[in-house]
C-alpha cells in the first residue's frame, strides 16, 4: 500500500482495478480545513488523463507493472512482433498498442514491454534512438551558425526539426520521450 504522502511522479497505483500512473501531484495544506494531494493521474489501460483530488494519508494499493525485455524483429499484416530475450516466445502488439513508439521503432531494438494483470499496456523505449535521415533539403554552405530549422524525414517515417547543415544519409540522435532532435550521432 501506498500513502498519498508518498506520491512521486511516475509512481503507479490500483485505483477500481486499473492500474493509474502519477503524472503531476501537489501536496495542499490550506488556511482552513485539512491538507490534501491534488493528483493528475493517467490510467495506463485507456490512457485516459483526470486530475483528482485525495485526503492526506489516503492509501491505495501499488499496481505492480512488469516490465519484460524484448526484442523487435519485423511487421507483418500490421502486426509488430517482438521475442521475449529469455523465453524466446514471441508476441504480437498491434499499431494501436504501440502509438507514438512506432515513429522510433527499428528491427532489432531492445525494448521494455509493460504488463499489468495480463494485459499489455505498450512498450517503453530507450531515452534516444539513432535513426538515419532519408530525406531532407540539402544543407547549404554556410548555414550552420544561424539557428534556422528544416524538417528531415528518418528511417523509420518519422519527420522531425533539424538544423539546417543535416544532410541525407546523417544518423541522429532523436529523444524519444519528447521527438525532438539532440545531435549528429
Known sequence: MISTNEFKTNVTITIDGDAWQVVEFQHVKPGKGAAFVRAKLRNLCT????ERAFNAGERFPRARIDRREMQYLYESDGMYVFMDNETYEQMELSK???GEALNFLKENMDVKIMIYDNKILGIDLP???ELAVIETDPGIRGDTAT???????MDTGY???VPLFINEG???RI???TGDYIERA
Open 175 to 177: 529523444d524519444t520521450r
Open 96 to 98: 494501436e498498442q504501440l
Open 47 to 50: 490512457g485516459a488523463v483526470v
Open 147 to 153: 539557428g534556422g530549422s528544416k524538417n528531415a524525414k
Open 170 to 172: 546523417d544518423v541522429l
Open 127 to 129: 531515452n534516444t534512438v
Open 159 to 161: 519527420i522531425v526539426k
